[in-house]
């Protein structure tokens, strides 16, 4: 339903690190946000919804990959962010914008902020000594990482120990706002389960934070405008994509509704930094950031060097993009891990898509079509703001998938227990036929969010008076 507070809306996901291509995990998040932005689409307008994603280009991961790999950073960046587009494109995402850090109106946009949070001075020069995990991008506490002095989320890589000179944020001094903003904005960090930590986080006390980095350690990044030798601290520097984009298309405002997706992982910095940048240089802070919890391949964390590891145009291919959109987002937002595997999906896919909508789908056409009726051409309206679309308010996909696949196992048995085929009296045979074929195109309609081409097809076989039996939408594997 329409927030009425609302004019607009801007929905984001997080940009990608441009290291290494993304894989089936990266997507699941722009699978999830692009349901939601079409969803958007359909109850603020077309016109009224902006959707971003990108490529974090700069820092050290970046910069070793590429020296990894032996080609100019500028090069590796470049051909890693066309294949994450690429792999986004195959899953039909519809972004308005694709951003990249490296974009100079990014690069202006990054460097203002950054002047400006110097002028507030609330940032001051100090000399960093402690841990960093290039893995994460971030400054670690010893608390953080494991018995081996390891990040736990990046076990394969040495922990670095750094003693440097920096630009640091006060980040300490926004504890009290920061706790008033979660605890009081109710929607600000969702799910409700993940509100605590953020919390208990806040408990422990924050550390003022360095938020830039020197050039001779970090060369590829955007020179601070302050000072020359010192580059914006990726995170900084990747999060300000957000603003980029919602101050050139003038989205960072009160009438706008902003909400970004993100992964466990990066909570603490959408949910903590970024809103005590934006508090720093007095600018509004998001409405919210859903995070979702992580997908685990067979059992195991999705990993290049283990070889457990799957890009989603290798599903698209196999088993087309709906298939693969519907398989992940009937996951819902998880909160939890979630594991996936090949078998599963041909599971559901079988279940769900050639069964459950490919047959009811079939089966009405073909009665339709036998029937030799003309059915009235019906428009639906205010769809989006009946019962079945409640849960979206939440951004649960998974409770309003299953909305609608109770609809179709309702249609079914509509079907089965009408018996149209045996109705000889022509009168009640159309008054049947009538409520299953405007009940098929209603679903269509509903489905457009989550796979928006099979919802098409579906739209321009029944758009018609004269319906005619087409091909099967999921054929069974
Ligand atoms: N570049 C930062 C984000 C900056 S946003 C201003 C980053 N990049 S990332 O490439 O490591 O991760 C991008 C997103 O993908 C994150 O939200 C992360 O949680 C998500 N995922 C990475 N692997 C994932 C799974 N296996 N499953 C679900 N999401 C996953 O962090």
């Known amino acids: 339903m329409t927030d009425k507070k609302y004019k607009k809306v801007l929905i984001t996901t997080a940009i990608d690190y441009a290291n290494a291509e993304i894989h089936i995990g990266h997507a699941y998040e722009k699978v999830l946000a692009d349901a939601i932005a079409r969803y958007y689409r359909e109850i603020y307008g077309k016109e009224n919804v902006f959707f971003v994603t990108g490529t974090d280009e700069h820092g050290t991961t970046n910069y070793k990959a590429a020296q990894k790999a032996e080609i100019p950073v500028e090069q590796h960046a470049e051909e890693i962010s066309k294949k994450d587009k690429a792999q986004i494109d195959s899953l039909n995402i519809s972004y308005d914008r694709f951003i990249r850090t490296t974009d100079k109106d990014h690069e202006k946009t990054a460097s203002e902020f950054f002047a400006k949070a110097v002028k507030t001075g609330d940032v001051y020069k100090g000399t960093y000594e402690g841990f960093y995990c290039e893995g994460c991008e971030a400054y670690k506490t010893l608390s953080e990482l494991n018995e081996d002095g390891q990040c736990p989320l990046h076990t394969t890589r040495q922990i670095q120990r750094l003693e440097e000179e920096n630009y ?79 101050k050139n298309q ?71 993009v709906d298939a693969t959109r519907y398989y ?10 979630v594991d996936i595997s090949l078998g599963h999906f041909e599971e559901i896919y079988n279940a769900d898509l050639a069964n459950g909508l490919g047959n009811t789908v079939a089966r009405i056409a073909k009665l339709a079509e036998s029937s ?87 739209s321009e076989q029944f758009g018609q008076k004269r319906i005619k039996s087409g091909e099967s939408l999921f054929p069974r594997i």
Do not use: C
Request: no cysteine.
């Open 168 to 246: 640091f944020l006060k980040w300490s001094k926004y504890t009290n706002r920061l706790r008033n903003l979660i605890e009081n904005e109710k929607d600000f960090i969702l799910p409700i389960s993940k509100r605590n930590e953020m919390l208990s986080f806040l408990k422990q006390g924050l550390m003022d934070f360095p938020i830039s980095r020197p050039k001779h350690k970090v060369p590829w990044g955007i020179t601070t405008p302050t000072d020359k030798e010192q580059v914006i601290y990726v995170w900084y520097d990747a999060l300000v994509n957000y603003y980029t984009v919602g």
């Open 250 to 320: 003038d989205l960072w405002n009160e009438e706008t509704k902003i909400v970004h997706f993100v992964g466990k992982d990066i909570l603490r910095f959408h949910a903590l930094l970024w809103p005590a940048m934006l508090m720093n240089i007095g600018l509004r802070v998001p409405d919210t950031i859903y995070t979702h919890g992580f997908i685990n391949l067979n059992g195991e964390k999705i990993s290049k060097s283990k070889g457990n590891i799957i890009r989603p145009n290798e599903l698209v291919e196999k088993y087309g």
């Open 328 to 337: 992940l987002l009937k996951h819902g937002p998880i909160t939890e891990d």
């Open 372 to 458: 030799g009726f003309e059915f009235e051409i019906n428009e639906f309206r205010d769809l989006w703001k009946e019962e079945w679309a409640r849960p979206l308010e939440k951004y649960r996909v998974d409770l309003a998938l299953q909305n609608i696949w109770k609809m179709l196992s309702d249609l079914d048995k509509h079907i089965n227990i009408n018996e149209p085929w045996a109705i000889k009296e022509k009168s009640k045979l159309k008054e049947i036929l009538d409520f299953e074929v405007n009940s098929i195109r209603k679903i269509a309609v509903l489905l457009k969010p989550f796979i928006p081409d099979t919802s098409a097809k579906i």
